[in-house]
């Protein structure tokens, strides 16, 4: 029997044109990660100033972020390497968010796909905001 640790995760990298993450956005993460739908597994922010430097700040080291009191279950666990190539898509001046999310959801599926011999061979996110401009276009064309 297959039985997974963890249930696919996707990273996000969000931004912000001030210097830390607008306080909405840590409160509606906090909401989805309270409804069980999503596991937080690592958050790091990064600021890049005005003349391109990256300063990497991991949760635990600043609470003056509005972020405290949110458990990480696997802290490091976005490679540096990934933070350097992510880093590159922050604007002078601004900071991002960079997330790993756990989809504690879908972890059933993945281990019932596995037991079942069956292989992901590809899954792809699409983001909201397209999802919802094709559906206004698709509703525009049917009125």
Avoid: C, W
């Avoid at 960079?98 to 590809?122: D, N, P």
Wanted: charged share 25%; net charge negative.
């Amino acid at each position: 029997m297959v039985e997974f640790r963890y249930g696919p995760v996707e990273l996000y990298l969000v931004g912000f044109d001030s210097d830390r993450p607008h306080p909405d956005a840590v409160a509606a993460l906090r909401e989805i990660i309270e409804s069980g739908a999503v596991r937080l597994l690592d958050l790091v922010v990064l600021r890049k100033s005005a003349e391109g430097d990256i300063e990497m700040i991991e949760v635990e080291e600043e609470n003056a972020l509005g972020i405290e009191g949110i458990e990480l279950f696997a802290a490091g666990l976005t490679a540096s390497e990934d933070i350097d190539k992510l880093a590159e898509l922050i604007a002078p001046g601004s900071s991002a968010v960079l997330v790993a999310l756990e989809m504690t959801y879908a972890r059933a599926l993945a281990e019932k796909v596995a037991q079942s011999g069956g292989t992901v061979l590809t899954a792809e996110r699409i983001p909201a905001p397209v999802v919802n401009a094709v559906a206004d276009m698709i509703d525009a064309e049917e009125n």
